[in-house]
């Protein structure tokens, strides 16, 4: 039994954007995210735990950004994340150089 087309997207990019949002931008948000965490909290224990929680949070990501309406606006709240975790990042390695 065939899909229902009304349920399908023909266009090519917006079905592109969904699909690289969900594997790259996905990515980079639970990276950023991780990493972030590790320049605040024990480095190691953060790393090794990412092992497992960065895939799980990598998979979520990708439902998220099928589920969304519009590749574009998924793209636009990844990269933002990912900036956003890339403050966190760089402020932890500015006021936590003790501890590393």
């Known amino acids: 039994m065939p899909a229902n087309p009304k349920y399908l997207t023909p266009a090519f990019w917006p079905r592109f954007l ?48 099928f589920l969304a309406k519009s590749g574009w606006k998924i793209w636009g709240i990844y990269i933002l994340l990912s900036l956003l975790f890339c403050l966190f990042i760089y402020l932890g390695q500015t006021y936590n150089q003790t501890a590393h």
């Open 18 to 65: 969904k699909i690289t949002a969900a594997i790259l931008g996905g990515y980079f948000v639970s990276i950023t995210f991780h990493l972030a965490l590790a320049a605040w909290f024990n480095r190691a224990a953060v790393l090794m735990t990412m092992a497992f929680t960065g895939f799980i949070l990598w998979t979520a990501l990708m439902v998220v950004a």
